[in-house]
């Protein structure tokens, strides 16, 4: 057995319900030195796996900007399943000899970093939100995944054709609920989306929040209001 059917037959076992394989070639919005060859010279192929979120956001606070912290709590079995899947594929390909490197994420920073959506429009599992968030022709943005860069030689998996879906067409409800105005309904999703204006904004909310009581179990405090009003495949979810 090689490593493809071995990671083919576990996703089956698993029942993951959001799974792709795609290359590790040049990503088109990627930043410099952010490229995935840059972050694992070696690297061929990434693995996504992930799972949709058990409740929508309900509430946020008009004078805090912190979304209703029990949606945090009633989600920690996602991602602790996504961590336990991860942990999983790690193992799979350390019999086979391979490496691997996890990276990339919502990380609470003004830095440059390798965000997800990239790799998830690349594997055909979204497009690109207004947002900085994916939207799955399921699930919606209500879902978040793990994707793993390795340096296995692996088959991509064929997406969805997206060509006709274009969830943000027609509508700006979450760049008119932004606080900052870090969201330019103007531009089309794939830039009209400053990550920097919105992270300083969320870093700024997890200062006036440092007791351990004001703060969920992975210790982030987020806006959430373009969650929140996202008005697609609401009703997949409670």
């Avoid at 090689?2 to 319900?17: G, L, R």
């Avoid at 996890?102 to 594997?123: D, H, K």
């Avoid at 054709?161 to 330019?184: M, Q």
């Amino acid at each position: 057995m090689n490593v493809q059917t071995e990671v083919s037959q576990y996703v089956d076992k698993a029942n993951i319900p959001i799974f792709a394989i795609t290359n590790a070639d040049d990503f088109e919005h990627a930043l410099p030195d952010w490229q995935p060859k840059d972050l694992m010279p070696g690297g061929k192929s990434m693995i996504i796996f992930g799972l949709p979120f058990i409740e929508h956001p309900r509430s946020v606070d008009e004078k805090t900007h912190i979304a209703d912290e029990s949606w945090w709590i009633e989600n920690v079995d996602v991602f602790e399943q996504i961590a336990n899947w991860r942990a999983d594929l790690l193992n799979i390909l350390d019999n086979f000899g391979f490496g691997a490197a996890n990276y990339g994420g919502f990380w609470l920073t003004t830095e440059p970093t390798f965000s997800y959506r990239l790799v998830i429009a690349r594997a055909g599992l979204g497009v690109y939100g207004r947002f900085g968030i994916c939207i799955h022709p399921e699930y919606g943005c209500y879902f978040r995944v793990g994707v793993l860069l390795t340096d296995a030689q692996l088959t991509p998996t064929k997406g969805v054709d997206l060509t006709n879906f274009n969830p943000c067409e027609g509508c700006s409800l979450c760049a008119d609920v932004c606080p900052v105005r870090a969201i330019d309904k103007d531009k089309p999703p794939a830039e009209g989306y400053n990550r920097e204006l919105c992270m300083r904004f969320i870093l700024t909310i997890k200062g006036r929040h440092k007791r351990e009581s004001d703060l969920d179990p992975y210790g982030v405090k987020v806006c959430n209001r373009c969650f929140g009003v996202c008005p697609y495949a609401q009703t997949k979810l409670n």
